[in-house]
């Protein structure tokens, strides 16, 4: 018995391509993303609609930089508890 059917949408064409090649890229078919969104969908019961992608602010990447950098050269302190933290952050 076959249980697939067939869903019929309109959408951009340019979306559709740019959707098909990332899907592409990442080694699966488009319709897998397409069901996959569907069955998180009906899981969750829920959508969420963004109109921008997540960009960094530029403050946001020097602060990404700048903790990057201090960490790398070892001028981050460790510590083994939450409680020496805290006592460090209080003196």
């Known amino acids: 018995m076959n249980t697939h059917t067939i869903l019929n949408i309109k959408t951009d064409k340019k979306l559709k391509e740019e959707a098909k090649d990332l899907a592409t890229e990442l080694g699966v ?12 969908f009906v899981r969750d019961k829920e959508i969420t609609f963004s ?5 960094m602010t530029p403050y946001l990447e020097e602060m990404v930089h ?20 805290i006592a460090d952050m209080q003196s």
């Open 51 to 55: 109109t921008e992608r997540y960009r």
């Open 66 to 85: 700048s903790a990057r950098s201090e960490y790398s050269s070892g001028k981050v302190q460790k510590f083994k508890t939450v409680e020496s933290f």
């Open 29 to 40: 078919p488009l319709s897998t993303v397409v069901n996959s969104f569907l069955k998180q």
